[in-house]
């Protein structure tokens, strides 16, 4: 179970790196998400309106630990007739996948996500905040519709 762990975190990891290496645009946003789950949330633009966008988040405790990553890939569109000198406004839509570890029951829960949300950058700062809703499908190891919610900002870095 340990290595089916690792070795997701891995390949979350090296398509992260991968994207990054290829990325054009706006760079790699760092922040924090609260709501279901919280955790640590990460977005990097590709160029243009297309954007990878995830979250990790863990807990460690003596026979209740958790693990969760979620990776989606976001189609942007901007409200460029809202003339704001502080930012720009933008919704999005998109699709991903999940995985969840849980260790009291042992479960490996993988999921199909359809995230869409709201979201503002500013200009004067390399931060942008988001809200974001996600019908989620998990389809291992039994089927399971749910939501996930999540309001948070980011730190972009580049």
């Known amino acids: 179970m340990k290595k089916l762990t690792f070795v997701f975190l891995i390949v979350t990891l090296f398509t992260i790196t991968t994207q990054i290496a290829i990325a054009q645009d706006r760079g790699l946003g760092v922040g924090a998400a609260i709501g279901g789950p919280d955790g640590m949330s990460y977005k990097y633009w590709l160029g243009g309106s297309a954007a990878l966008s995830g979250l990790v988040s863990f807990a460690i405790s003596e026979n209740n630990s958790r693990f969760y990553t979620h990776?989606?890939?976001l189609n942007h569109k901007f409200y460029d007739e809202l003339d704001w000198d502080v930012g720009r406004m933008f919704y999005y839509y998109g699709g991903g996948f999940g995985f969840?570890?849980?260790e009291w029951t042992n479960d490996n829960i993988f999921m199909l996500r359809l995230p869409s949300g709201i979201g503002f950058n500013f200009n004067d700062?390399?931060?942008?905040?988001?809200?974001e809703l996600a019908p989620t499908?998990?389809?291992s190891p039994e089927f399971h519709l749910h939501f996930n919610g999540n309001i948070g900002f980011r730190y972009f870095l580049n």
Do not use: A, K, N, S
Not at 125 to 131: E, I, Q, T, Y
């Open 71 to 73: 990776l989606d890939i």
């Open 125 to 131: 700062m390399p931060v942008g905040l988001f809200l």
């Open 100 to 102: 969840e570890w849980i």
């Open 137 to 139: 499908v998990d389809v």
